[in-house]
């Protein structure tokens, strides 16, 4: 079983949109979980964090299910500009003292939004 | 405050060749991150430093691939003697402490083409 994973889309929407991105990972143990957004041939940027109590950033909801290690985003009244690759992200175990180490990601999830 | 830096953009290398990419983390970050991703692939975790010390290294390829990050100069990522299979894109990351939740900055990533 891979570390994390997603569905790979593609995600055709129409602008307007809601649409929702879901990510499993396999550690039942890993801390810290991130949702990235990466355009085409771009470095990654942090969209947001996930926390267990879910949290929400204007029009994207993230939400965590640590008994089913499932980490979930949702996006409302989708955006032309929305159209990315979005990454399920999630820390390694390694300890160097309390760090949390490297970044364990997604192929990611590719969403394209239609006029 | 300037972002992390990575030079050069583009590298084209014959097989054979050495490949050195440089990484300038965020002012005021002092750990630094290698990233590599394939083409159609996820960013793959290579080696995390701080100032004149390796933390993992686990990441990374045992031959040909060797890193550093100086007291004084950028993090450089060496690749001797490439291959074909070496063609990515690599990003570094930075943050400022090992916390956990901290946030990685990516920089805009070297595309190294062998021919």
């Known amino acids: 079983r891979k570390e994390v994973e997603q569905d790979p889309g593609p995600f055709n929407v129409p602008e307007g949109a809601t649409v929702a991105f879901n990510c499993t990972y396999s550690n039942s143990a890993s801390q810290s979980f991130f949702w990235y957004r990466q355009d085409c041939r771009k470095e990654p940027k942090l969209l947001m964090s996930?926390?267990?109590s879910g949290n929400e950033d204007g029009r994207f909801t993230a939400q965590l299910n640590r008994a089913s290690q499932y980490i979930s985003l949702l996006i409302r009244d989708s955006k032309l500009s929305d159209s990315a690759t979005y990454l399920c992200v999630v820390n390694s175990l390694r300890n160097y003292g309390g760090s949390q180490g490297n970044l364990i990601f997604g192929k990611g999830t590719k969403l394209s939004v239609k006029p | 405050n300037a972002g992390v830096m990575q030079n050069p953009r583009h590298l084209v290398r014959r097989r054979g060749q050495e490949a050195r990419l440089r990484c300038s983390p965020m002012?005021?970050?002092?750990?630094v991150y290698w990233y590599r991703q394939l083409p159609e692939e996820g960013l793959k975790f290579m080696v995390y430093?701080?100032?004149?010390?390796?933390?993992?290294e686990s990441g990374m390829p045992k031959e040909r691939f060797s890193a550093e990050f100086p007291k004084e100069g950028p993090s450089i990522l060496r690749i001797q003697q490439v291959v074909r299979g070496d063609s990515a894109a690599y990003f570094c990351?930075?943050?400022?402490?090992?916390?956990?939740?901290?946030?990685?900055?990516f920089g805009p990533g070297t595309r190294l083409l062998v021919l």
């Open positions: 002012k005021g970050h002092s750990h």
């Open positions: 990351a930075s943050s400022p402490s090992s916390r956990r939740q901290e946030t990685q900055y």
């Open positions: 430093l701080q100032k004149e010390n390796i933390i993992d």
């Open positions: 996930v926390y267990s």
